[in-house]
């Protein structure tokens, strides 16, 4: 089970999206590359997730708050 997305840590609200892009590379094995982050759907803010292959590692990094 995937863990819950937190709160937006700027404007609080819960309304938290997964963003994904990608792109077809036919020159390499013709696979569709895929990069997830989270996105907060009412004041915009982003996770600085860098390119997460799963959206796991993009609940991870957008759960991560500075101590």
Known sequence: ????????????S???????SGHFQPWDDAEMRLWYRCSCYDC????DTGDCRTMK?????????AT
């Open 57 to 65: 590692e993009a609940t991870q990094a957008w759960n991560r708050r």
């Open 44 to 47: 915009g803010a982003e996770a």
């Open 14 to 20: 819960t309304n938290i999206q997964y963003l994904i």
């Open 1 to 12: 089970m995937m863990a819950k997305l937190k709160p937006c840590p700027f404007c609080g």
